[in-house]
């Protein structure tokens, strides 16, 4: 008996060992030492500052962008592929438009047509009436795979990101597990109707924000925790430097309030295990072939935080049990709240702001 319990375990270890090392997963993973997480202390100390979020019903599952009209009506990007309005005075959700990919970044352009960056389709224009034009699907060259986040400056040129072009959305974590230079940060010229590279050799690009007069941008690489900062205008156009760096937790996307604030949302905080895995590629090669419940994964923690135009820390808002609003996708400041986005939650966030938070 205990014979043939050998055997038996011998062959279900090599059936497994086999089904690690044949299952077609095509990654290359890339070894990188990422600095040590800082600790949830002092700019980012624990609060309760989330717990006041009210939920506004999305429609749907993963509002993950938010844009808000001039009436303040409030969009966003379901993961179905729909992206709902909600109305300002209140009542249910309504379908503006049906993108049939994955809409994630939004904005609205100085003539209220709503841009959509889709992971997808690529850059998409919305009318008033919701009816869509594909704007861009490659640069350089390149076809777009992942197309994340959106900002549009005065003139009219929209700076968007591609997360990867390596990996479709729908295993956007076979890019965070082999941790390649894939991303682009792009702007597209309504003019040239063409897109360009502003920044290539991004780990997973994520959140796009203009600074004060469209004279920098700043763009967000989830893969290596930081965040860049690109000048548009002056003596360093051209130039980029890190403009935030060594987060504590993974940066999605990014907004600029006009006046004196980037919210950066950071969809949890820093996984142990990834980034004990990030040195050994051999080993990321064994994880990212298991099922998804065994990987590492983000956990349901809201947090979300304030920047000034020198990255500087000015405000914190956490919910560290995740029971109000968690997975936090987005921020956008509008009339005196913040509206947030969440890749798990079935609601929008509205999130009244004072001086107390």
Known sequence: MKRTLTIAALALAALVALYLLLWPVKVDPAAWEPPAAPPLAGDFAPNERLAAVEHLAAGGHAPEGVAVDAEGNVYTGLEDGRVMRLPARGGPPAVFTETEGRPLGLEFDGAGNLVVADANRGLLLANRDGALTVLSREAAGRPFGCVNDLDIAADGTIYFTDATDRFPLSVYRQDIVEHRPNGRLL???????????????????NGVALGPDDAFVVVVETGKYRLWRVWLKGPRAGEREVFVENLPGFPDNLTFNGRDTFWLALVSPRNKLLDALLPRPSLRRVIVRLPTF???????????????????????????????????????EHDGSLYLGSLGEDAVGRLRLTPQN
């Open 187 to 205: 702007a597209y010229d309504p003019a040239a109707r063409a897109s360009r590279v502003v920044f290539d050799g991004l780990h997973f690009a």
């Open 294 to 332: 065994m990987q590492p994964a983000p956990s349901r923690h809201g947090f979300v935080l304030g920047l000034d135009a020198e990255g500087r820390v000015t405000r914190n808002l956490q919910d560290p049990s995740g029971s109000r609003y968690a997975l936090v996708s987005s921020a956008v």
